[in-house]
């Protein structure tokens, strides 16, 4: 039988070595000095200290959780108020609603100008940019 | 239960768990402390991540704030380094979702070549010396194993609760980060030779 392992990588052979991962990547030495973060630090911190928890009946909960249920409180207001008082009117059809945008021709000055036409990639929007020809 | 002995310092300087019990208790100085603790860390994290100096220096100081608002939910059974590397690696990685998200934003609207806009921002005169020529063709969480195991020595386990993922994930992107830089070093090899 033909002997195959000359021709059979190594396992390991494919991938960097530590040695080649270290000379790849950013090490703290090569970086020389760095920047002071405190006094950008205390600028942005409110001497109050660290965030704290805020306590309830049933324990501590963060901040942010009240914060996000209160903005879904007015969220749900937002959406659902507006609904509630349209109830009842028909609606119109999609092909009633439609605006078909066309444009013949643009002057600027009573000079013809030049139209560009951009159409966002999600074609919620369209814009329309006029230029003058020169 | 108090802090693992392995969290404690050897040279008789104050554990980075008791410097936040003492910052939770008010004691600003002791966050200071932790911060020249980490700094240069933070930065060649930030640095290998993002592979620009200025996003690093803006990411380690939006990193160093959450994470002070934040202090009062780290779990002092846990170290305090990983728990920060997590926190600064996942900042990083919202700044670069954030960069996509406006580069997508302009491409939108912008009526020039694409490849314009995605073209990385020449870096500031002073750093021209980092290179990233083998970090930049990195995914970021590949970025990042990569740097954990080759600078700071720390095994899958390890990189797996910085990058809050299992270790055999963690394995998964060391292993393809190895793989690309051999083709990337191959690459140059043979268009040297």
């Known amino acids: 039988m033909p002997d195959h392992k000359p021709h059979v990588k190594e396992y390991g052979d494919d991938l960097a070595t530590l040695d080649e991962a270290r000379r790849a990547t950013i090490s703290k030495e090569q970086l020389g000095g760095v920047k002071d973060f405190w006094p950008g630090f205390t600028d942005a911190v409110d001497e109050k200290g660290p ?6 009946g049933d324990g501590l909960i963060p901040q942010w959780a009240l914060g996000a249920a209160g903005l879904l409180v007015v969220i749900g207001v937002i959406v659902l108020v507006p609904k509630l008082f349209r ?21 600027i000055n009573e000079e013809p100008a030049q139209a560009f036409i ?10 329309v940019w006029v230029e003058k020809q020169l | 239960m108090t802090a693992p002995d392995v969290y404690k310092m050897k040279d008789g300087r104050m554990t980075d ?4 019990r003492e910052c939770l208790g008010g004691k600003m100085e002791s966050y200071r402390e932790l911060m020249d603790r980490y700094r240069d860390h933070a930065m060649a ?9 200025e996003d690093a220096e803006d990411a380690c100081q939006g990193a160093f704030l959450k994470a002070y608002r934040t202090l009062a939910g780290f779990d002092a059974n846990r170290s305090y380094k990983n728990w ?5 690696s996942n900042h990083c990685l919202d700044m670069i979702r954030k960069r996509t998200r406006f580069k997508g934003f302009l491409r939108r609207f912008r009526y020039e070549d694409p490849a314009a806009v995605v073209a990385p921002p020449p870096s500031s005169a002073p750093f021209e010396e980092l290179d990233f ?12 194993a990569l740097f954990l195991w080759s600078q700071e020595g720390y095994s899958a386990a390890e990189i797996a609760a910085v990058l809050r993922c299992t270790p055999n994930t963690a394995r998964v992107h060391l292993h393809r980060a190895r793989v690309k830089l051999r083709t990337l070093l191959e690459e140059e090899k043979n268009a040297g030779s």
Not at chain 1, 51 to 56: I, L, P, Q
Not at chain 1, 118 to 127: A, H, L, V
């Open chain 2, 84 to 88: 920060f590397y997590a926190l600064l």
């Open chain 2, 45 to 53: 994290i930030a640095v290998n991540i993002l592979a620009n100096r």
């Open chain 1, 51 to 56: 965030k704290k928890r805020v306590r309830t």
């Open chain 1, 118 to 127: 951009f159409q966002t990639q999600d074609q919620g929007s369209t814009f």
């Open chain 2, 133 to 144: 020529r083998y970090l930049r063709p990195l995914p970021p969480k590949q970025r990042m």
């Open chain 2, 17 to 20: 768990n008791e410097l936040v």
């Open chain 1, 87 to 107: 109830r009842g009117v028909p609606t119109a059809a999609p092909e009633e609603t439609a605006v078909i945008f066309r444009i013949d021709s643009i002057k």
